[in-house]
C-alpha cells in the first residue's frame, strides 16, 4: 500500500461518511416532517370530532326527536311538542333559580347546564320542522336590535321603538 493509496482511501472514507451523515440527515428529516404531518391530521381529525358545531348539534337533536302525528293528527304536532318543550324546559331552568333563591341551595350550575342543552334541544328541532335556519334567525335577531339600540341599551330607547323599521328588517331577512 502506497501513501497516496492510503490518501486516497481515507479521503474517499470520510466523502462516504459525509454521504452518509448527510442521507441520514435528510432521511430523519422527511421522517419527522412525514410523522409530523401524520399528528397534525389526527390532531385535526380529533379537533373535528370534538367540534360541536350547529349543524351537526341539529342532526344529532333530530336523531333523539320523537315524530308523533297524534292526538292532534295535523303537521303542526311535532311543532307544538317543540314549543311546549321549550316552555318546560324553562321552568326546570326557573327551579334551578327557586332552589338558590328560597331554600338557599348552592346554585346548581350542572343542571342550570343541562336544562339550557334541553331548550336548545327542543329550538334545533323546532327550527330544523320549520326549515329554519338558526344561523339566519340569529342574524335576524341582531340586525332587529342594531335598529333598535345603535349604540347599547337604553331606556328611552326601548320605551321608543320604531317597530315600522324593525318589521322591516325581519322582513328583509325572511
Ligand atoms: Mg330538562
Known amino acids: 500500500m502506497t501513501k497516496e493509496f492510503l490518501k486516497q482511501r481515507i479521503a474517499d472514507q470520510k466523502a462516504y461518511i459525509y454521504g452518509l451523515n448527510s442521507m441520514y440527515h435528510t432521511v430523519r428529516t422527511e421522517v419527522r416532517t412525514s410523522a409530523n404531518h401524520q399528528l397534525i391530521y389526527f390532531e385535526n381529525q380529533l379537533k ?3 367540534t360541536m358545531n350547529y349543524k351537526k348539534y341539529q342532526e344529532e337533536a333530530a ?6 302525528k297524534e292526538p292532534l293528527d295535523t ?3 311535532d311543532e307544538l311538542h317543540c314549543v311546549i318543550g321549550m316552555s318546560t324546559e324553562v321552568a326546570e ?5 327557586k332552589k338558590r333563591i328560597y331554600y338557599l341551595k348552592p346554585f ?15 329550538i334545533a328541532n323546532y327550527c330544523r320542522l320549520k326549515g329554519y335556519d338558526l344561523e339566519d334567525i340569529m342574524e335576524m335577531n341582531i ?3 342594531r335598529i333598535r339600540y345603535p349604540e347599547k341599551f337604553s331606556l328611552e ?3 321608543n321603538r320604531d317597530l315600522e323599521a324593525e318589521r322591516k328588517s325581519l322582513e328583509s331577512n325572511n
Open 108 to 122: 346548581d350550575e350542572t343542571n342550570s347546564k343541562e336544562e339550557l342543552g334541553d331548550l336548545m334541544w327542543y
Open 93 to 97: 331552568l326557573m327551579d334551578a333559580f
Open 48 to 50: 373535528q370530532l370534538n
Open 157 to 159: 330607547q326601548a320605551e
Open 75 to 77: 303537521d303542526i304536532t
Open 143 to 145: 340586525n332587529k336590535l
Open 63 to 68: 336523531r333523539t326527536f320523537a315524530n308523533r
